[in-house]
C-alpha cells in the first residue's frame, strides 16, 4: 500500500487510498477522514442504510459503522421507559433495564444490585418490602368449598401462601426468604416435605419429591401409591 501510495504522490489532487475500497482519492471533495484513516466520501456510508456519513453523527461498534438512527435500532429498548439503552445493560426476570429504571414497584428504591423478589403478581419488590407484614387492613378472606367450609387468609400483595401449613412465607426477623414452587404451589423451605413421613426433600439420588395425585411424596410411599 505504501508503494501504491508513492506512486500515485504526482498527481494532482491525489489524496491517498480509500481504506475500505482500496483505490485513489482524487480531490479533497471526494474524500474524508474518519476513524484515523481516509474514505471516499462514498465508501465511508452507514452499514444499513448505505448513507453517506459525512458531517453527520456515526457510531462505530463490533468493526461496522452506522448512522445514529440506525445504531439506535440495534440497541434493546428498556422495558419501563421503552428508550434505547446506550450505556450499562441491567437484565432481570428475561427483560432488560436501564440499571436507574430498575425499582421496587412498592418503595421506588432502585434494585441495581440489591436482592429482590417478586410478588404472586410478578411485581418487582425490594426484599424490605416483601417481607412487610400485611395490616389488618390489607387480609382478605376467601371461602372455599370442600368436604366443609374453609376459610384461609390471603394477602391481598407481596406474601405467598404455603400450600402444605397455611401460613405466609415471610421472614420474621427481616432476613431474605425463601420459597419452593412444586405442582404449582408454594412451600416453605421447612414444609417442603413427604406428606406421610415428612422426609425433607433433597437433591440427592432417590430423595427428591415424588408427587402422586396431587400429593408430595417420598420415593418410597410414592412407590406404595402407586401399586395400589
Do not use: W
Not at 418503595?107 to 436482592?115: E, I, K, Q, Y
Not at 389488618?136 to 367450609?149: G, Q, V
Not at 407481596?158 to 412451600?187: H, N, P, Q, V, W
Amino acid at each position: 500500500m505504501m508503494m501504491r501510495c508513492l506512486e500515485n504522490a504526482d498527481v494532482e489532487d491525489f489524496i491517498g487510498l480509500c481504506a475500505k475500497c482500496k483505490e485513489n482519492i482524487i480531490g479533497h471533495e471526494n474524500g474524508c477522514k474518519a476513524l484515523g484513516a481516509l474514505y471516499h466520501v462514498n465508501c465511508f456510508v452507514c452499514q444499513k442504510c448505505r448513507d453517506p456519513l459525512v458531517k453527520k453523527p456515526f457510531y462505530h461498534t463490533d468493526g461496522l459503522t452506522y448512522c445514529e438512527k440506525d445504531y439506535l435500532d440495534t440497541l434493546e429498548k428498556c422495558d419501563v421507559c421503552e428508550e434505547h439503552i446506550k450505556e450499562r445493560i441491567l437484565r432481570a426476570v428475561d427483560k432488560q433495564y436501564h440499571p436507574e429504571c430498575f425499582k421496587c414497584t412498592d418503595c421506588s428504591n432502585c434494585l441495581d444490585g440489591v436482592p429482590f423478589t417478586l410478588d404472586a403478581t410478578n411485581n418487582v419488590l425490594c426484599v424490605q418490602c416483601y417481607n412487610n407484614l400485611p395490616g389488618k387492613d390489607e387480609i382478605i378472606y376467601e371461602s372455599r368449598r370442600l368436604s366443609s367450609p374453609a376459610h384461609r387468609r390471603v394477602p391481598k400483595k407481596f406474601a405467598y401462601t404455603c400450600a402444605a401449613c397455611s401460613k405466609l412465607i415471610i421472614s420474621e426477623d427481616g432476613a431474605e426468604t425463601y420459597r419452593i414452587i412444586a405442582m404449582d404451589k408454594d412451600f416453605h423451605v421447612a414444609c417442603y416435605k413427604c406428606e406421610v413421613c415428612e422426609a425433607k426433600f433433597t437433591n440427592d439420588e432417590g430423595k427428591g419429591c415424588y408427587p402422586h395425585s396431587d400429593r408430595l411424596l417420598c420415593h418410597t410411599h410414592y412407590k406404595e401409591a402407586v401399586a395400589q
